[in-house]
Nanobody, 126 residues
Framework: QVQLVESGGGLVQAGGSLRLSCAAS????????MGWFRQAPGKEREFVAT????????YYVDSVKGRFTISRDKAKNTASLQMNSLNVEDTAVYYC???????????????????WGQGTQVTVSS
């Protein structure tokens, strides 16, 4: 059983930066991946980014490419999301996720991730 705890959310002005962190307990399989989804009020949950635990390969939604960077520290069992050039459209609850057996066709799908954190609020003001 993997438990995920996020930290680092908060309020920032447009154009600013935030860094989210996610600590995983229980261990992650080398075949797994960790990532982030987000959900804004009145909107559907959206894939943001994911990183394969073993290879470090990363995947992003187009709207954050060039602004967000996902990374992982295998020794510490943590994943981080560095968010730069934030805009009001990035306001959402951000959820850390982890899963195994992910393939290209499902790694952007929430149902593919078995483990979810409690979520952390990110609010970007104009």
């Amino acid at each position: 059983q993997v438990q995920l705890v996020e930290s680092g959310g908060g309020l920032v002005q447009a154009g600013g930066s935030l860094r989210l962190s996610c600590a995983a307990s229980g261990g992650l399989s080398n075949s797994g991946a960790m990532g982030w989804f987000r959900q804004a009020p009145g909107k559907e949950r959206e894939f943001v980014a994911t990183i394969r635990w073993n290879s470090g390969h990363t995947y992003y939604v187009d709207s954050v490419k060039g602004r967000f960077t996902i990374s992982r520290d295998k020794a510490k069992n943590t994943a981080s999301l560095q968010m730069n050039s934030l805009n009001v459209e990035d306001t959402a609850v951000y959820y850390c996720v982890a899963g195994t057996g992910l393939i290209l066709s499902n790694l952007r799908t929430g149902a593919a991730y078995a483990y979810w954190g409690q979520g952390t609020q990110v609010t970007v003001s104009s």
